[in-house]
C-alpha cells in the first residue's frame, strides 16, 4: 500500500561526505569514525544527539541472556523532522512503525511520504550486504539524512544511519563524528555522559523505559575456560569487528549458537570467503614453517602484522604462498602467489607475486620498516594492479596484472619458507582473503588531515567540468616537489599520459607555490601555477575549475592563475583513483580539510544560491565557514504580504533553535507582518538579538538587491545600494565570532516562508575595518 500526502522535493547540499554509523546484536556498534565498541546497560540511549538530529536507540536484556542486551527499537526527532517524530519498535520479529502517533507502514510491502519523511517497507532496501532478500524498512529524512532497518530478527534490530556532519556538537553512541576514532570508546562516552540512559522527560519513545548505565565490560570480564571456549568456537572468522563480536557474546552469554548467528552476520556483511592464518598472538617466523593450505583467488589481498627484530645477511624469507601439486620456490607461474621477504641486510620488503606470462613479478617498496615496531602489512592483487601497503599507505604499486594466475590447487603457506632463512621477525593478524573491491572515495572532511605519502582516499567519479575545492593550512617546505592531492585513471604511474592527472597538485621545490597539473587532449601535463605563494599557518581556501576553455585557481575570492587553453577538455571518468599525497613524492608539509568535488559552474565563490528560487519553509541549504565580520547579499523579489512573520534567510550556529541565544541569528532577514519591510537580526556579545530595521517597504513583483553587513562596530542594510539602516558602532562592538561552520536556511524552519524568490545568495567573510 502507499500513502501519500503533500510532497515538497528540497534539494539540499552538505560540507563533507555522509558516513554511516552500523548498529546491531547486542548491541554492538561501529561509530562514524569507525570505532568498534559494545554496549549491555538496558533502556533508552543517544545513538546520535545533535542539532539537527536527535535518534534514541531502545536496548533491552533479555531473560535468557541477563548480562547481555539487545537494541530492540529506535526513535527519532529534532529539528530535521520539523517538530515530527517516528519510532520504531520491533516486539519478537513483528516491527511496527509510528510516526506522530499514528502507525504507518503496517502492510508489506507499502510506502509512506509527506513533506518531510519518506519511507517504505520492502525486501532489500539497502544496497548492503546484511539486507540482501530481508524485509526492511528505509527512512529518508531532510538534510540527506537516511535510517535503514537492514533486518529484524527476533529482538534483534540491525541499523545503519547514514548522515552528513552538520554544524554544532554531535555525540551519542555512534561518536561524536569529529574525524578521530580514539575518541569514541566506551570510557570517553562515560566522561561525556553518553552512557547515562535517557530520562523520561527527554525520551521520544511512546513509552519510556527506565534502564541502568551501560556497563564498560570487555574481555577480563569473562574467566579464563569461557574465554578459551569462545575463541574456540568462533574461530575462522574475520579478524574484523565480528570476530570480537563473536568472542564477547560467547563468553558472555555463555550461549554458544550466538557464533552461528554471528558467522551468518559476517558473510551476509562481508560476501567474501576469509581465512585467518595466524591470529593476534605474536609468532615468531622459523624456516618451513607450515602454517596450513588456503583457498586460492586470482584477486586477493594478504594481511598481516610484522615486528621485525633484526637484519640477517641474505633473502629473508616472511610468508610464501604457493601453488600444487608440486610446491617449489621458484619461478614458474603459480611458486609465488604471493611471496615476501626481507632484502638482504635490510628490513626493506621483497613481494614477488604471480601473474599470467610472469612467475616472478612483482614490486619493492622502497622504505624499510622499523626495527621493534610493528608495521601492517597488505599486498593486493586486482586487476589490472598490485599494491603494497604499509600502514594503509600505499608503499608500491606495479601495473603489470592485466592478466591475473588462477590458483589450481589449495595454496600451502609457510612463514617462513623452506628456501631461505627465516627472517628475524614475529608476525600476527595474518589475513587471506577474495579481494575487496577499491572503496570509494571519501573527501576530506572538516576536521583537518596531516598528508601522509601513498595515502589512497579510493575510487571516484570525475566531471568534464569540475570545481575542486579545499582548505589547506601550509606547515613548511620540502626540499623536493610535495604532493598535496593526486586524482589519476592508473594507480601506478605518476605522469607520461593523459588521465595520469586529473587534476594533481604539489608544492614547488623548497616553497608553497602550487604547482597545478590537469591533463588535456595532446597536452598531458597543462596545467596552472600561481605566482603568489600561500602563507605559513594560515588557512587558504583553495579553487580549482575547469569551466568551458578556461582552468583557473582561486585564492579565497580572488583569481590567481588562468590557462584558456581547455577547448577540448578530459572526459568524464567512471573510475579515477585519488591520493593524498601520492606514492611518488614527498607529501607536502600541510593539512587539507573541507574538500569538495562538484560539477563546474561559473558563479562566484561563496555562492549559496545563484538563479532565483522560490522560498520554502525549513529548506536547508548547507553550510558555510563563519566570521564576526561579514557581508550577506542577495536579490528578494516579493510578491505578496503575508500574516506574520516571513523568513527569508537565516544563518545559525545552533539549527536546533530559533533565537534568542548568541549565535542564533547570524544574521536571520524577515518581512514584516502583512508588510515587505525587512527585519535584520545578528549576534553581538551583549545581545543574541539585535539588529536593524528599515522604515521602507520593498516593492511587490520587482527584485531587490539587498546587502547586510557587519563590520566597524554597527550593522549596515543596503537596497539598491543605498543605505536603508545603520546602527550606531557601538551596537556590534563585539559581534558573535564563530567557532565552527554555521548552518543556513532559506527560508527557515520556526516561521512560514515569506512569498518571494531568492536570488544570487552569496556570504563573504570580512576583515576587521
Known sequence: TTTTTTTTTTTTTSTGAPKTCLAWGDP????????????????????????????????????????????????VGGAALGGNRLVFDNDDGVAKVHYNGKEILGEFPSTFDDEILSARYDKTVSDHQRA?????????????ITLAVL???SKYTDLTITMPR?????DGHCGNFNGDSSDDTSSALTMRGMNRPVDEQHSLFRTHIPG??????????????????????????DVDHHYDACIFDVCITGDEELAHDEIALEELADGWFVQRLVREEAMQITQGNFLGRVQGFEEYELSFDITPKAKQSGWQSIVHFTDGPSYKNCCSEGDRVPAVWFHTGSTRLHVRASRRGGGNDGCDPKQELPLGKTSNIRVKVQYPYMLVFIDNKVACVSGNYGLGYKPRERLAVLAGDSWHKAADATVSNMVYQKARSFPEGELIGPVPIALEK?????????????????????????PSQSSLLHFTKDLSRNQGKEGDTIPAIWFHKDSTKLHIRMSRPGAHNDGCDPAEALKLNEVTTVSVKLVGSALTVAYGDKEVCRNEKYTQRHPAEEKVYGYSADPWHLPAKAELSNMVYQKGVTWPVGTLIKEPVKLVRNTYLGTVQGAKNFELSFVVKPFSKLSGWGSIVHITADSSRDCCKNGDRLPGIWFHHRSTRLYVRSGDETNGDAGC?????????EESAVAVRVQGGKMVVKVAG????????????????????????????????ADATLGRLVYTSLPDA
Not at 540482501?132 to 540527506?144: A, E, K
Request: negative net charge; glycine residues 8%; proline residues 7%.
Open 454 to 478: 601513498g595515502q589512497l582516499l579510493g575510487t571516484f567519479k570525475t566531471l568534464e567540468e569540475f570545481e575542486l575545492k579545499f582548505d589547506v593550512k601550509p606547515l613548511g617546505t620540502q
Open 693 to 701: 530595521q528599515p522604515t521602507g517597504e520593498l516593492p511587490l513583483n
Open 166 to 170: 552538520f554544524a554544532g556538537s554531535v
Open 212 to 237: 541502568t548505565d551501560s556497563p564498560h565490560l570487555d574481555i577480563s570480564d569473562c574467566d579464563a575456560d569461557a574465554l578459551a571456549r569462545a575463541r574456540e568456537v568462533c574461530d575462522g572468522m
Open 151 to 153: 533486518r529484524f530478527v
Open 722 to 753: 543605498e543605505v536603508v539602516c545603520e546602527t550606531p558602532t557601538t551596537k556590534f562592538a563585539k559581534p558573535y565570532e564563530p567557532t565552527d561552520l554555521l548552518s543556513v536556511f532559506a527560508a527557515d524552519p520556526w516561521y512560514n516562508a
Open 28 to 75: 554492538h556498534l561501529v561509530s562514524f569514525d569507525g570505532r568498534k565498541m559494545n554496549y549491555y546497560g538496558s533502556g533508552e540511549f543517544y545513538l546520535v544527539r545533535s542539532t539537527q538530529i536527535t535518534i534514541q536507540g531502545r536496548y533491552e536484556i533479555l531473560p535468557k541472556w541477563p548480562r547481555a542486551s539487545v537494541m530492540t527499537g529506535f526513535a
Open 132 to 144: 540482501r532478500n530481508q524485509n526492511g524498512y528505509l527512512f529518508l529524512l531532510p538534510n540527506g
